[in-house]
């Protein structure tokens, strides 16, 4: 049976540091409104790094990013979409490196993630979170 999305949201944000907070508190708020709080710590917490991610190395100078919320039923979807192409790997932080350790705790955290071109220009990189709890009805 093909799963059908029940909810989507959708936020801009502008390419400076205080977007971070601001991308996590909509994810927050979102997520209440559809009541799916079981994975919203792990949620934010890949939302931050991947926001973060977004504003040092994925876009274009004074170009912001782009979060969406997606649910469907026992899937949570997060996507943050920027204005660069060049993909992120995740790599092998040494003990007295103050960053590089991102996309480990987004691995370690989603249940999927992944990369995908964005048209016209950009990337967009993608976290999935099974939940057990079902979207408003």
């Keep these: 049976m093909k799963a059908t999305t029940i909810e989507t949201a959708r936020r801009f944000f502008e390419a400076r540091p205080e977007s971070v907070g601001q991308a996590r508190e909509f994810a927050s708020e979102t997520l209440a409104e559809w009541g799916l709080s079981e994975r919203t710590d792990d949620i934010r917490l890949c939302l931050s790094e991947l926001a973060t991610n977004a504003l040092l190395h994925g876009t274009v100078s004074d170009h912001g990013f782009l979060v969406r919320l997606d ?12 204005s660069r192409r060049r993909r992120p790997e995740p790599r092998q932080a040494a003990d007295t490196d103050l960053s590089g350790r991102g996309l480990i705790l987004v691995a370690a955290h989603a249940d999927e993630w992944g990369v995908q071109d964005r048209t016209p220009l950009g990337k967009i990189v993608w976290t999935r979170f099974r939940t057990t709890e079902s979207t408003r009805g």
Excluded: F, I
């Design 71 to 82: 649910a469907e039923e026992g899937v949570v979807r997060l996507e943050v979409h920027d």
